[in-house]
C-alpha cells in the first residue's frame, strides 16, 4: 500500500495525535483545543484549523483584523458569537466571514457539550489586530509578536509565536 501524500490528513491519524492547546494572555477563559489542518496538509498561506471549545470556554479575546481575513464555520455545538459588538446564538452550519479592515468578534461555548467548528484565514507576512477593550495592538512579523497599549505606546514582547490553531 502506497504511503499517504503529504496532502492528504485523514481523520484517523487525527484521531491518534496531540492536538494543540493554545490560550489568550488577554482572556483567562481563552482555551481553544485542535489541528492545525492547514499546516498539515502543506499550506503556508492559508489556515485551517478543527477547534473544540469547552463548555464555557472562549476563542481567545474580542479583536478586530486590520490585514487578514478571517473565517469561522460551526461543526457542532452552540455558542455565542460577539460580532462588532452584537451578541448571536450559532450553531452547526453557521458561518461568520471578516474581510479586511475587520469589525470586532469574538466566539464562546455558550452549550452544555463541546463546541466544533473550522476556522482559518490568510496568513501574511505581516498582520495587525487591536483588541478595543484592552486598549491593545498586536503586530506581528513573521513569526514575531509584539503587543503595544494604545495609551501609553509601551510594548510588550516579544512574543513567542502562537502554535498555528486560530
Not at 87 to 104: I, K, W
Amino acid at each position: 500500500m502506497p504511503a499517504e501524500p503529504r496532502y492528504l490528513v485523514r481523520a484517523a491519524s487525527l484521531a491518534t495525535s496531540e492536538p494543540a492547546v493554545v490560550t489568550h494572555p488577554l482572556n483567562d477563559n481563552s482555551q481553544v483545543v485542535g489541528h492545525a489542518l492547514g499546516r498539515m496538509a502543506g499550506l503556508e498561506r492559508t489556515g485551517v484549523n478543527l477547534i473544540t471549545l469547552a463548555p464555557g470556554r472562549e476563542s481567545f479575546a474580542y479583536h478586530a483584523h486590520a490585514l487578514e481575513e478571517e473565517w469561522i464555520y460551526i461543526l457542532d455545538g452552540v455558542g455565542a458569537a460577539e460580532i462588532d459588538g452584537v451578541e448571536h446564538h450559532v450553531g452547526p452550519g453557521d458561518f461568520m466571514g471578516f474581510p479586511t479592515p475587520g469589525v470586532g468578534h469574538h466566539l464562546r461555548n455558550t452549550g452544555p457539550t463541546e463546541l466544533v467548528y473550522l476556522c482559518g484565514g490568510e496568513h501574511r507576512q505581516v498582520e495587525v489586530a487591536d483588541f478595543p477593550r484592552h486598549g491593545k495592538r498586536l503586530v506581528r512579523i513573521g513569526d514575531a509578536i509584539d503587543l503595544l497599549d494604545l495609551a501609553t505606546a509601551e510594548t510588550y514582547g516579544p512574543y513567542p509565536a502562537i502554535p498555528p490553531v486560530a
